[in-house]
């Protein structure tokens, strides 16, 4: 009786391979190929599992936003605000956002650029920017947040303070002056674009901020609020859009955003600057 020629047991992936016509003298090499293959994804998903930790724990900053409205003319400037929540998602930072429970000093027809007869809430306004998902600026905790950021807007001039109607000489809204003063006295970093530093310049004599670059066409309102802002006892210092300032001292940090006349994209990157240099300090 012949003897039968007994092949050894063979796995299920050797299987797989037979079955894909790879001769046996092949098979080592393909396994070799894919237990490789496999360790080296697990080592990937190690490594994004430990990105994801670190962004969280490490970057995890707590950030509050103050809005002051829903449009350029008489609120929050729409993209400002935009671009300071992508640059804080981008960076890992979570966010709550807040405004006054006050009335508008005006609502304008942005279709027109004229003022209409009408009324609105800062807040009920500002929750439409904020999907809804917003918090009277009464509520906001210093002991629960990193650092602010005010985007800016005419909301901010006519909203927030008084500034769009009496310049230097204006007053600021209770509610955002505690706030400023709060995350100031703590030692945490305010952030604020376009006309909003005139907030910090009003409430923090001696400090430094910038609205964009003096004595130059592409800032054409520039000059004028950087005068204003010197004569209220601080420091104007000029900085091109796609910067941003930082004032070590009082943790301001600040850029020009639509103050200049530039594109859209140079007003974002300006914004990511800001962004990135309030987080360095939280």
């Given at each position: 009786m012949a003897r039968k020629?007994?092949?050894?047991?063979?796995?299920?992936?050797?299987?797989?391979?037979?079955?894909?016509?790879?001769?046996?003298?092949?098979?080592?090499?393909?396994?070799?190929?894919?237990?490789?293959?496999?360790?080296?994804?697990?080592?990937?998903?190690?490594?994004?599992?430990?990105n994801r930790s670190y962004y969280t724990t490490q970057m995890g900053k707590r950030v509050a936003v103050v809005l002051a409205g829903c449009g350029v003319y008489d609120g929050s400037e729409i993209h400002e605000a935009s671009a300071v929540l992508v640059h804080l998602s981008r960076r890992g930072a979570s966010v709550n956002m807040f405004a006054p429970n006050i009335d508008q000093m005006h609502v304008v027809n942005h279709l027109k650029g004229e003022p209409s007869e009408e009324k609105r809430n800062v807040l009920v306004e500002s929750?439409?920017?904020?999907?809804?998902?917003?918090?009277?600026?009464?509520?906001?905790?210093?002991?629960?947040?990193?650092?602010?950021?005010?985007p800016g807007g005419f909301g901010a001039a006519k909203n927030l303070c008084t500034w769009a109607m009496q310049g230097k000489d204006c007053s600021v809204n209770d509610e955002v002056k505690a706030t400023l003063q709060a995350f100031h006295g703590e030692g945490k970093p305010i952030g604020l674009c376009c006309i909003s530093p005139v907030l910090a310049a009003k409430v923090f004599p001696g400090c430094e901020v910038t609205v964009g670059i003096e004595k130059d066409d592409k800032y054409p309102d520039t000059t004028d609020t950087a005068a204003a802002i010197n004569q209220l006892g601080c420091k104007h210092v000029s900085k091109g859009v796609s910067e941003s300032h930082v004032d070590e001292k009082n943790k301001l940090v600040t850029t020009s955003a639509f103050m200049c006349k530039a594109p859209i994209h140079e007003i974002f990157d300006g914004i990511g600057a800001m962004v990135q240099d309030v987080l360095k300090l939280a």
């Open positions: 020629h007994l092949k050894p047991p063979v796995s299920a992936e050797e299987e797989d391979v037979e079955e894909e016509g790879v001769l046996p003298a092949d098979r080592s090499a393909m396994l070799t190929l894919l237990h490789r293959c496999s360790r080296n994804f697990l080592t990937f998903s190690t490594i994004q599992a430990g929750a439409r920017l904020a999907r809804g998902d917003i918090q009277d600026l009464s509520k906001l905790s210093v002991k629960d947040h990193d650092a602010v950021i005010f």
